[in-house]
C-alpha cells in the first residue's frame, strides 16, 4: 500500500482521536510495571502523535513504522518539538534490530492490520525479543463485536471545507475481517483532488490473542476494554480491547 497521499492528510483525518486516553493508560499500566521504564519502543507509530505525547512525558521513545512516508512526518514533528525520538522504518511482523526496551506499546488499530495468524505470531515473537525481562507489551485490537455489530457494512462519511470522504465498510470473507473502501476529496486551491483507498482489517477473539501470546512467552498481566483501569472487558458492548503483558524473567 501507497501511504503517500493518505499520510499527507492522515493527521486531518484523524483530529478528533483521543490520543491523550492513550498516553494516560500506558502511563498507568507502566507504572505498575515490575521494572522502571526508562526506554520505549512505539510499533506502528505512524505520524508519531502518541509517539510525541510520550516523549514528553520523560520516555526516551524509538518510533517503528513501515511506512517512509509517515515517518518523514513523524520526523519533521519531532525537530519541531526539539525532541531526540529515534525513528525505524521496518515491517513489525519482521524487524532486524538488537535494541531492547523496557516496554512496546502498539496502538490505534495496528494489530488489526495484521490479518493472517503467522504473521500475528510472528510479531508477539518480535515484540518479546524488544522486551528486556520484567518489560511491559501493550496493544490495543478492535473487538469482535465492535467489527461484527458497528463496522460490517455500514458506511460512513464526512464533509468539511477542505477534505470529505465516504467510507464503505464490507464485511470480509473470514471471521471478524472487513474491507475499507475509502474515497477521499482534498481541496487543492479553488478545485478537489479525488484519492481512494482500500484497507483490509481483521480481529480475532480475545481467547485467540491470549493463546498465541503465552505460546510466545509472554505473561497477559491484564486485559482491558475501552481506555478502563480496570481490569475486565465485554467484547459485545466495548469497542477496544487492551491486552497488557509482561515478559517473564528467566
Known amino acids: 500500500m501507497s501511504y503517500g497521499r493518505f499520510a499527507q492528510v492522515y493527521d486531518q483525518l484523524m483530529s478528533d482521536v483521543p490520543y491523550d486516553e492513550w498516553v494516560s493508560f500506558t502511563k498507568n499500566r507502566l507504572h505498575e510495571s515490575s521494572i522502571v521504564v526508562e526506554n520505549v519502543a512505539d510499533l506502528g507509530a505512524g ?3 502518541i509517539t510525541l505525547r510520550l516523549d514528553k512525558e520523560g520516555y526516551k521513545m524509538t ?3 513501515v511506512s517512509e512516508e509517515m515517518l518523514s512526518i513523524a520526523h519533521q514533528k519531532s525537530i519541531q518539538h526539539q525532541s531526540s525520538i529515534r525513528w525505524l522504518q521496518m515491517d513489525i511482523t519482521n524487524m532486524n534490530t538488537s535494541s531492547t526496551f523496557d516496554a ?3 496502538y490505534c488499530d495496528v494489530v488489526n492490520y495484521i490479518t493472517e495468524i503467522h504473521q500475528v505470531q510472528a510479531f508477539f515473537h518480535n515484540a518479546y525479543q524488544l522486551l528486556t525481562p520484567g518489560g511491559t507489551f501493550i ?3 478492535h473487538s469482535t463485536g465492535y467489527v461484527q455489530d ?3 457494512n455500514q ?6 471545507d477542505d477534505i470529505s470522504y465516504i467510507w464503505f465498510c464490507e464485511e470480509g470473507d473470514r471471521p471478524y475481517s472487513v474491507s475499507h473502501d475509502l474515497t477521499f476529496f482534498v ?3 479553488n478545485q478537489y483532488e479525488r484519492f481512494d483507498e482500500l484497507h483490509y482489517q481483521r480481529t480475532f477473539s480475545v481467547e485467540t490473542y491470549i493463546g498465541y501470546l503465552q505460546e510466545t512467552g509472554l505473561k497477559v498481566r491484564s486485559i482491558h476494554g475501552d481506555f478502563s483501569d480496570e481490569n475486565g472487558y465485554n467484547e459485545g458492548s466495548q469497542d477496544r480491547i487492551f491486552f497488557v ?3 517473564p524473567y528467566k
Open 187 to 189: 481541496r487543492e486551491g
Open 155 to 160: 458506511t460512513f462519511g464526512t464533509v468539511t
Open 63 to 65: 518510533g517503528v513504522d
Open 150 to 152: 458497528f463496522l460490517a
Open 47 to 49: 505520524t508519531g502523535e
Open 139 to 141: 496493544f490495543d485490537v
Open 104 to 106: 512496546v506499546v502498539c
Open 245 to 247: 503483558c509482561e515478559k
